[in-house]
């Protein structure tokens, strides 16, 4: 399974950014989907997944702000990221579980919020 990651960048404080996970060599419809970020000196941290069916669970430090979401037909995840603080700047990467609990993780995409 390959993961790659796109849709960072540099944004201002307040605002958006959407990010994408595309998928291939698995049946991305089975997969469970999450983002993870790690920011410079610390520790990996969950933000987000989402089932095969769609049900959806967040970090407590974004839910409200980040929407998770997929497109089985594109093989594809999202993150749609609103409200940016200077504190969500980190490397965001992409985590595929597949049917058979396999775990396999994306390069990353960099997201600086700063002014």
């Known amino acids: 399974v390959q993961l790659q990651a796109c849709g960072g960048g540099l944004v201002q404080p307040g605002g958006s950014l959407r990010l994408s996970c595309a998928a291939s060599?698995?049946?991305?419809?089975?997969?469970?989907m999450s983002w993870y970020r790690q920011a410079p000196g610390k520790e990996r941290e969950f933000l987000a997944t989402?089932?095969?069916?769609?049900?959806?669970n967040y970090a407590d430090s974004v839910k409200g702000r980040f929407t998770i979401s997929r497109d089985n037909a594109k093989n594809t995840m999202y993150l749609q990221m609103n409200s940016l603080k200077p504190d969500d700047t980190a490397v965001y990467l992409c985590?595929?579980?597949?049917?058979?609990?396999?775990?396999?993780w994306g390069q990353g995409t960099e997201v600086t919020v700063s002014s």
């Open positions: 989402i089932t095969p069916g769609g049900t959806t």
């Open positions: 060599g698995s049946v991305f419809s089975r997969n469970t």
């Open positions: 985590k595929a579980v597949t049917y058979w609990a396999v775990t396999y």
